[in-house]
């Protein structure tokens, strides 16, 4: 037996699959970041104009609670995006999943972004609390704040389903009701956003339906062996 061929079943031997908990890893960042907007949209006002600036006083620990999930929804999204991909598996279009992979990762860019901003407000109000609303330095914060959770990042994941929702219609690895819902959903975001800001909560809900529905797939096998 030659070399070659010793390595090869060894590489095969040692290659790494995804674990069925990994699954998991949607329906925690949907909850994470669920709950991480949910506490800030109640804190904080909806506007960035809004000349209520009591919030930072009487609400910072609420906020600063939120900000301190977002971490680790950030890391249980990239787990989800490795289930997706897996999921895909030898079918992945490079084209399709190129836009689905990048937006995804924008996406999450813009969120740690935007609450690494709020931190920063938070942080700098107990110092210098006057200099930031003489400077303008204030509002400049919350609009930048509000774009990106409210436009730039919602656009993103907007991208990410309709690119998803095709690669599932194209591979049929996921039935086609759930691709449909996807393209549906996506809309929603690109449409709607401009009415209520509690409609960024229609993401993560979206995560939360497919990741369960991946799970119960994975534990069907285990379920019906027992």
């Known amino acids: 037996m030659n070399n070659t061929h010793m390595t090869g079943e060894l590489l095969d031997g040692r290659r ?43 609400h910072s620990g609420t906020v600063t609670l939120a900000l301190s999930l ?29 836009v689905f992979f990048g937006s995804a990762l924008i996406y999450l860019a813009m969120i740690f972004a ?5 931190a920063g407000l938070i942080s700098s109000y107990p110092v210098a609390a006057q200099n930031l609303f003489e400077s303008g330095l204030y509002i400049y914060n919350r609009s930048l704040i509000w774009q990106l ?47 209520s800001s509690w409609v960024t909560l229609l993401f993560p809900t979206w995560v939360l339906v497919i990741s369960i529905y991946i799970l119960v797939q994975s534990l069907r096998p285990e379920l019906g062996s027992a």
């Open 70 to 98: 977002v971490p680790f929804a950030g890391i249980a999204f990239l787990w989800f995006i490795g289930v997706i991909r897996d999921r895909i598996g030898t079918y992945e279009d490079r084209f399709f999943s190129t």
């Open 16 to 58: 790494l699959t995804t674990p069925k908990a990994a699954a998991a890893a949607g329906i925690i960042f949907a909850l994470l970041i669920g709950a991480a907007f949910t506490l800030i949209r109640t804190a904080m006002p909806a506007s960035p104009a809004d000349p209520n600036i009591n919030w930072i006083t009487e």
């Open 149 to 195: 959770l409210n436009i730039y990042s919602i656009r993103m994941s907007s991208v990410f389903m309709i690119s998803l929702g095709t690669i599932w219609i194209r591979t049929a690895v996921m039935p086609r009701w759930l691709a449909f819902i996807t393209y549906g959903s996506a809309l929603v975001l690109l449409l709607s956003i401009s009415y």
């Open 114 to 118: 935007a609450a690494a901003m709020a």
